[in-house]
């Protein structure tokens, strides 16, 4: 039998030994949230919105949202949203899986580091209105941050598998109204040092 051939049965016979240990495992351990709100921001307005009806009817009822807009004294604003997900995965997905239900096509999609922490940015379009940026990253109670959904993933995976723990992700967006990517880039670096409290 050649080499080739004999990864696809190494591969199945580790999953199978993996399963079987995790049959035989207790009840995971969930960890504790992320001790952590948005909050006021110095030289911006602010004010808590609600969570939609479709957020709280659609997301597991441990998920946690906290939601803030803040307002430059120039008329720029900032959109913040704060989820942190509960037992179940389906509290945090990747936000292109539902900026297009919302309306939106998405264009240039980046990574930037801003103050040490990865932000996946990207432009959002719809219609004739004019374009708005938005960004996101996730985090965890560890303080594991990353802006790649499937670097989550599979930490998340790992975790639940293999530590027998359930980790309790955050997930950062902000939205930025105009579409000034140096003032947007500004503004997340002032937030992620004040807004989260």
């Known amino acids: ?55 709280l009817h659609t997301l597991p009822s441990d998920t946690i949202i906290d939601k803030r807009v803040y307002r430059a004294k120039d008329g720029a604003w900032y959109m913040a949203t704060l989820v942190i997900g509960g037992r179940f995965k389906s509290s945090i997905h990747r936000p292109e899986l539902c900026l297009p239900s919302q309306g939106f096509q998405m264009a240039d999609p980046r990574t930037k580091e801003i103050q040490g922490v990865d932000w996946r940015l990207l432009t959002l379009l719809r219609g004739d209105a004019p374009s708005m ?31 027998c723990r359930i980790d309790r992700w955050a997930m950062v967006t902000v939205n930025a109204f105009p579409a000034d990517e140096r003032r947007f880039e500004s503004f997340l670096s002032i937030f992620w040092r004040e807004g989260l409290k």
């Not at 049965?9 to 992320?34: K, L, R, S």
């Open 1 to 55: 039998m050649q080499i080739g051939a004999l990864i696809p049965v190494a591969t199945a016979a580790a999953v199978i030994a993996v399963m079987a240990w995790q049959g035989m495992e207790a009840e995971p351990v969930v960890c504790d949230a992320p001790d952590v709100r948005l909050g006021d921001i110095q030289g911006f307005e602010s004010e808590c919105i609600p969570p939609s009806e479709g957020e």
């Open 133 to 163: 940026l938005f960004s996101y990253t996730f985090f965890n109670q560890d303080g594991f941050r990353t802006d790649s959904h499937v670097a989550r993933i599979f930490r998340d995976v790992w975790d639940r598998s293999v530590n």
